[in-house]
């Protein structure tokens, strides 16, 4: 079935440095959606970025990711990490024929002044 | 825009009562509606997937007699867990789908048994 892989555990940062949070996915069907979630503590995941159009950047709110069919891969930047990043961040697949959203295990985000 | 209302968003419930939590779809119409569980240092686990015209779908280790579904239209989704013990505390979250592929997610319902 559908997997995906994320950085595991968690990233520390300093406010100011770039944020890379790795994604890489596998499915068997041709045409997947990727996403980015994030959730802040004691709330539900909220959709941060979508994509499904190969070598395609995507932006919101700072943050930026582009699906690569050839590396299977939608890594998450941005380029100056802030103290509300701080968050839990999901990279997700879904494939229309399944139907269902595939999640990696989730990263953890920690900003430090 | 869409979303979605998930209530009740936190709930206690006494080892072996049941409590149920309730989703409704706004500015959208839900085909499709995916509840999961987040446990303690777990990802989301996939309970079931309902899928408008379609049977409903649990994944394994989840059962219809332990958490049954509601999907009666497009706007709204039910779920309760039966019987509800230690092991089944968590962050329950509903996930609707319009025609689209995005998943938009309810606030989450936070079950603690005692």
């Known amino acids: 079935g559908d997997s995906v892989t994320q950085t595991e555990g968690l990233v520390t940062l300093t406010e100011g440095l770039p944020v890379m949070l790795n994604c890489t996915y596998q499915t068997i069907y041709s045409n997947p959606f990727l996403f980015w979630y994030v959730q802040h503590l004691n709330e539900s995941p909220r959709l941060l970025l979508k994509s499904f159009t190969d070598n395609k950047r995507t932006e919101h709110q700072g943050f930026h990711a582009t699906l690569h069919k050839s590396s299977s891969s939608f890594h998450l930047q941005k380029s100056s990490a802030q103290l509300s990043d701080s968050a839990l961040y999901y990279c997700?697949?879904?494939?229309?024929?399944?139907?269902?959203?595939?999640f990696g295990r989730g990263t953890r985000l920690q900003v430090y002044a | 825009g869409a979303l979605v209302y998930q209530y009740p968003r936190r709930t206690i419930c006494k080892s072996g009562t049941s409590m149920r939590m309730e989703c409704q779809a706004v500015g959208f119409q839900a085909t499709s509606v995916a509840w999961y569980r987040q446990s303690p240092q777990k990802t989301f686990e996939l309970i079931a997937l309902s899928t408008v015209n379609s049977a409903i779908k649990y994944e394994q280790n989840f059962t219809q007699e332990k958490f049954p579904i509601s999907h009666p239209n497009l706007s709204f989704s039910s779920m309760t867990v039966l019987n509800a013990y230690l092991e089944d505390r968590g962050l329950y979250l509903c996930?609707?789908?319009?025609?689209?592929?995005?998943?938009?997610f309810g606030s989450g319902t936070r079950l603690t048994v005692l």
């Open positions: 997700a697949l879904i494939t229309q024929v399944v139907g269902q959203l595939t």
């Open positions: 996930g609707a789908r319009g025609g689209a592929e995005t998943l938009y």
